[in-house]
């Protein structure tokens, strides 16, 4: 038995009532789909996942299509020099 998880296409990442973080989520199985689910995080968890995809992304150059969390932080000249990633 061969299990696969995604993110479900066309639904993203949102906040509920109880102020959680939830991931939409396809379970499929053997190749079909099983079912939908949501990873439900903490603010606080959510932080921690967080923190621990950017440290093993780090290494890696981030794709032209990344998020701009993963790319250097550009500033006019007129606001100092960049000294880090957001």
């Known amino acids: 038995m061969n299990w696969e ?14 102020n959680r ?3 939409p989520l396809s379970l499929s199985r053997n190749g079909e789909h099983a079912t939908d689910a949501e990873l439900s995080l903490s603010p606080a968890e959510a932080e921690h996942l967080h923190a621990a995809l950017c440290r093993a992304l780090d290494s890696h150059p981030a794709p032209a299509n990344s998020p701009d969390c993963r790319r250097p932080v550009q500033m006019a000249p007129s606001h100092g020099p960049v000294v880090g990633h957001a």
């Open 21 to 23: 973080l939830a991931l």
């Open 5 to 18: 998880i995604k993110r479900t296409p066309g639904r993203p990442l949102h906040r509920t009532h109880d």
